[in-house]
């Protein structure tokens, strides 16, 4: 297939990403250490998420000096997302991979804390990183990957209409121990009906007085990729 008029896109680099349920700002160690750490460095979170261990996130000096690498590093931008209601940081996520070449980004170092769970704030996360890559970048490809042990992130990639690609196998070391890769992909050409069935699922519509939904994101996401 032969590609016309194709140029290297731009890195990412925006200063706030607004949504209705979150805001996405580039991380700041100054800004958002004290709330990330009081929302993703509790014994339960630590105890599920064993890098908090690794880099220290025990105690808020390591967690403060971990954010900090990840604010001043000159390979990912990082992102806290905030609650647009209280201001408080309630996760993190990262642009990563970034290759302004080919147009390709992957979402990843997704931290999203406790207070993201059971609303639409963790789904409009990634949906605000998927449009600005795809509407304002003009990227090809927007990739997730995981362990493939890690059942909840698989089952996010999913959730989220990106297409599962294959594994590969002793793909890295982590932790001392073996980590085979799960890859996952969204395309710019699938965009335009995925971004359709997000927007039908963030409808007023499709929660009930609960807050419960009625009809659930994939589902959504198919229903609209059917009729494109």
């Not at 890098?51 to 990840?70: A, P, S």
């Not at 990639?157 to 196998?169: D, L, S, T, V, Y």
């Amino acid at each position: 297939m032969v590609i016309e008029d194709w140029s290297p896109r731009k890195r990412p680099d925006i200063a706030a990403i607004e949504g209705r349920f979150v805001r996405l700002d580039k991380l700041s160690s100054k800004k958002h250490a004290k709330g990330l750490f009081e929302t993703l460095a509790t014994p339960d979170e630590r105890e599920r998420a064993h890098f908090l261990k690794v880099e220290g996130g025990e105690t808020f000096d390591g967690f403060q000096k971990w954010i900090d690498r990840c604010e001043h590093n000159s390979v990912d931008e990082f992102y806290a997302v905030i609650d647009p209601a209280t201001g408080k940081a309630i996760g993190k996520q990262a642009f990563l991979r970034i290759d302004t070449a080919n147009g390709s980004v992957e979402m990843g170092y997704v931290h999203w804390s406790p207070l993201m769970a059971r609303s639409p704030k963790s789904t409009e996360a990634f949906y605000l990183m998927a449009k600005y890559v795809f509407e304002d970048l003009g990227y090809r490809r927007f990739e997730w990957k995981c362990d493939s042990l890690n059942a909840p992130s698989w089952a996010a990639a999913e959730r989220f209409g990106m297409k599962f690609e294959g594994i590969f196998r002793k793909h890295m070391v982590r932790f001392g121990k073996n980590r085979d890769t799960a890859w996952f992909s969204l395309i710019d050409t699938e965009w335009p009906a995925t971004k359709k069935g997000f927007e039908v699922w963030f409808s007023p519509d499709n929660f009930d007085q609960n807050g419960q939904q009625k009809s659930k994101l994939y589902d959504c996401i198919i229903q609209e990729r059917d009729k494109s």
